[in-house]
């Protein structure tokens, strides 16, 4: 049994029971940059249609599949949820970035182009793999956090985050022009500082997370950090206190800053 389908919980604020979390996958792409600099992360920007985070700049994601269960599956995983996230998370990133990450076999950009178009077109990643004779290195990505939300906002998502590092300069990421309308490279604390000063617009979980990314010089040291940090799952909680209400994380699992002011929260829904 999938954990979409656990039974509801409930809402924080209204006591009345939440919808089933839909389970998602997000990952951040490290690119190490030489010297001291620190890694650049692949963002994408959500097109304004979008129901969630419309128009914010997000790490590469999206929804988990019945298709990414059933590849777990086939590939002999007993922990189907966690599993079938982690492919998820590659076939997400192929689709919205043209970014083959977790992949070994021929990635040359001609393979990569026509694997999204297949993804795109509706074919499932098992049997992509299958015809470029791809296989998935799972391992290689590492589990980061996992957020889902104690509010009944129009949709809940039970997001699973995963880090891996790529290092091919040369592979260029591009936009899909359906889920995203542009793209970009950047430090974590280069997003943030684009956030403040009103160039792109990050929602709660994405600014906690690049908070916690900022501290690291190279993936090396997020991996060692996420080993010491085992994943808790975070969902935040309002707090009034005597400078007004703050939505809050706990304190002690590897983020730096733990409460914003709800004046300045972004969220994923407008309400």
């Given at each position: 049994?999938?954990?979409?389908?656990?039974?509801?919980?409930?809402?924080?604020?209204?006591?009345?029971?939440?919808?089933?979390?839909?389970?998602?996958?997000?990952?951040?792409?490290?690119?190490?940059?030489?010297?001291?600099?620190?890694?650049?992360?692949?963002?994408?920007?959500?097109?304004?249609?979008?129901?969630?985070?419309?128009?914010?700049?997000?790490?590469?994601?999206?929804?988990?599949?019945?298709?990414?269960?059933?590849?777990?599956?086939?590939?002999?995983?007993?922990?189907?949820?966690?599993?079938?996230?982690?492919?998820?998370?590659?076939?997400?990133?192929?689709?919205?970035?043209?970014?083959?990450?977790?992949?070994?076999?021929?990635?040359?950009?001609?393979?990569?182009?026509?694997?999204?178009?297949?993804?795109?077109?509706?074919?499932?990643?098992?049997?992509?793999?299958?015809?470029?004779?791809?296989?998935?290195?799972?391992?290689k990505?590492?589990?980061?956090?996992?957020?889902?939300?104690?509010?009944?906002?129009?949709?809940?998502?039970?997001?699973?985050?995963?880090?891996?590092?790529?290092?091919?300069?040369?592979?260029?990421?591009?936009?899909?022009?359906?889920?995203?309308?542009?793209?970009?490279?950047?430090?974590?604390?280069?997003?943030?500082?684009?956030?403040?000063?009103?160039?792109?617009?990050?929602?709660?979980?994405?600014?906690?997370?690049?908070?916690?990314?900022?501290?690291?010089?190279?993936?090396?040291?997020a991996?060692?950090?996420?080993?010491?940090?085992p994943?808790?799952?975070?969902?935040p909680?309002?707090?009034?206190?005597?400078?007004?209400?703050h939505?809050?994380?706990?304190?002690?699992?590897?983020?730096?800053?733990?409460?914003?002011?709800?004046?300045?929260?972004?969220?994923?829904?407008?309400?």
């Amino acid at each position: 049994m999938t954990e979409n389908n656990k039974p509801n919980v409930i809402d924080a604020l209204t006591g009345k029971p939440m919808p089933k979390p839909i389970p998602a996958s997000t990952l951040v792409i490290f690119r190490d940059q030489p010297g001291s600099n620190a890694p650049d992360l692949l963002m994408v920007e959500r097109s304004a249609k979008m129901a969630f985070a419309a128009g914010a700049a997000v790490f590469p994601g999206g929804r988990v599949d019945d298709a990414d269960y059933d590849f777990a599956k086939a590939l002999g995983h007993d922990d189907v949820d966690e599993y079938g996230a982690r492919i998820a998370a590659i076939r997400e990133s192929i689709e919205e970035t043209g970014i083959a990450v977790g992949v070994e076999g021929d990635l040359g950009a001609r393979r990569v182009i026509e694997a999204r178009a297949a993804l795109h077109e509706g074919t499932i990643l098992s049997e992509i793999c299958s015809q470029f004779d791809w296989q998935l290195s799972l391992e290689k990505l590492i589990p980061f956090t996992r957020w889902c939300p104690p509010f009944a906002e129009k949709r809940v998502f039970d997001t699973r985050f995963y880090m891996i590092a790529h290092d091919d300069h040369e592979a260029e990421a591009t936009v899909d022009e359906t889920e995203n309308y542009n793209l970009f490279w950047s430090s974590a604390q280069g997003v943030l500082e684009k956030a403040d000063a009103g160039e792109v617009k990050i929602i709660f979980p994405t600014k906690r997370n690049l908070e916690r990314l900022a501290q690291f010089g190279s993936f090396a040291e997020a991996a060692v950090h996420s080993s010491q940090h085992p994943v808790t799952m975070v969902s935040p909680t309002i707090e009034k206190r005597d400078d007004g209400v703050h939505l809050c994380i706990p304190e002690g699992i590897g983020y730096p800053i733990t409460s914003e002011s709800m004046d300045a929260v972004q969220r994923g829904f407008n309400k």
